[in-house]
């Protein structure tokens, strides 16, 4: 065993949690304090980000990006990188909305602070609209079947510099221009003295002293791709005074769960949540520009409070629009020989956070993710795959690929049959392919400890040494890309772990300059 470790603040996890919360506690090296951030993922040279869609999954991902729920009904994507899930997501920047933080009820986090953090961070990452010449065509007939409807279609803020349009942002950004956390808060914080450790897995925390130990294993086998780790193989202990979890939905709870945690607090990994989605095809006449560019500008929201839905403009690349369509052999074959002549639409769902459905561990303490497509989230794919099919057919398209109907191509002729094309009975769980991403819940903050996991502070209830900052904290889903509101109480959580080491840092994201 590698000697002893003493910290003051050890953050597991880099991603918009953790990146952020590294950032804002980099003001306490200059005061004495030693930070450790723990990455489970490889630090990523941008070089080695070459668009090969099966190589850069297994790279990025957690699962190659395909870990599989309990029944293997869904897929859940996330990153597992220096930056974690921040360098595989396409950069938008979204103000929550009003109604959700209103909802969660949790003292000192109203919606004004929330939004006041959320401004600063996207000041700080560069968050702006891409220029037109980004914009490409499968986005420009996204707006455009959209306008012909009557519905508004927003842009998207996106936090990238120096864009040139790769459209690779799901496999990582070969150009480093996505203003992600490995590319701003983690530098800032290895800037000031923060000490930054990749390819170590956190496997255990308990009680020692005034604060925690942490069981970590630096992984010591070769790797063709990636940095190997700064520090050498094998079983490393760290005390540390405070530590704050931020591995994300799945890996925040489960770690808790492996660290024994649940007798006192059973709602760890219960209400867990997702934007379960699934991507739509439609065929044009004539190629469209749709593999360059930003590949994601547009969002479609006005029904997301009433019916649980929304869409968005997206674009995948082939191995992954394969596998998205359904169906076998010639029919497949041929929807794929128009691939540049396809327009994409993805279909997220709002789903509630329930308590049965939860991140649990298996017997090596690994996780395991029980969560079932519920009636009513797959009446909202289905309304939202009808709604999309309205507009592909308002721009244009030809044909539509739809995988809750029977057959899944619809013609332009069966537009006005939508509502009897596409409906629940042909939504059948484990024969669509359903992914999510903006995973949330599992360690919900809350008033006690008999229904949350931690204060609204990012507080474990009953640990005053330990503290939890990623989305796993939203009581309920957020009803849009989570990425800056998951920065912003990240912010706020790192106020608390800083009054809990007798110091002070500046306030929402000010201890790294904005983007000039």
Known sequence: MNPAIHADVVIIGSGAGGGTVAAALA???????????????????????????????????????????????????????????????????????E???????????????????????????????????????NNRLFQKGCAALGREARQFP??????????????????????????VQIPAAQAAGVE?????????????????????????????????????????????????????????????????????????????TCHPAHILAGEHDHVISNYVGHPKSFVWEERVEAERYFLESCMYFPFITAK???????????????YERLQMILVLACDDALPEQRVAIDVNGDPVIHYKLMPKTIEAMVRG?????????????????????????????????LNTRITTAQFLPGTISVSA????????????????????????????????????????ALEINPYLTIMAVADHVAEAVADREGQTVPRGGDAVPAAS
């Open 99 to 137: 109604r959700v933080i209103t909802s969660w009820n949790l003292p000192g986090l109203s919606y004004d602070d929330v939004v006041a953090r959320t401004a600063r961070y996207a000041a700080q990452n560069n968050a702006g609209f891409i220029p037109d010449n980004l914009i490409n065509d």
């Open 437 to 476: 991403a903006h995973l949330m819940g599992g360690c919900r903050m809350g008033a006690t400890p008999r229904d949350s996991v931690t204060t609204s502070r990012g507080q474990v209830h009953g640990h005053d040494w330990l503290f939890v900052a990623d989305g796993s904290l939203f009581p309920t």
């Open 196 to 272: 930054v450790v990749t390819r170590a897995e956190v496997r255990g925390l308990r009680v020692g002293g005034r604060g925690g130990i942490l069981d970590v294993f630096v992984d010591d086998l070769p790797h063709p791709h990636g940095s190997q780790s700064e520090w050498a193989p094998g079983h490393h202990v760290i005390h540390a005074s405070s530590v704050v979890v931020a591995a994300g939905a799945i890996h925040s709870p489960a770690l808790l769960l492996r660290s024994g945690l649940a007798g006192d607090l059973p709602a760890i990994g219960r209400f867990w």
């Open 324 to 338: 998205n369509l359904t169906g076998f052999g010639a029919d497949h074959e041929r929807l794929m020989a128009a």
């Open 27 to 97: 003001p306490l090296v200059a005061q004495g304090k030693r930070v450790l951030v723990i990455e489970k993922g490889a630090r990523i040279d941008p070089k080695q980000l070459t668009g090969a869609e099966v190589a850069s999954a297994s790279l990025l991902y957690g699962h190659g990006g395909a870990h599989p729920t309990a029944d293997h009904t869904v897929t859940l994507a996330y990153g597992e990188a220096l930056g974690g899930s921040t360098m595989v997501y396409t950069g938008t920047s979204m103000t929550p909305p």
């Open 158 to 183: 996106i936090n990238v510099r120096g864009c040139r349009g790769s459209s690779l942002c799901n496999l990582g950004c070969p150009n480093n221009a996505k203003q992600g956390t490995a590319q």
């Open 385 to 417: 795959t009808r709604a999309a099919a309205e507009i592909f057919f308002a721009a244009g398209a030809l044909s539509v690929h739809a995988p809750s109907a029977r057959p899944t191509l619809i013609e332009r002729s069966e537009n006005a049959d």
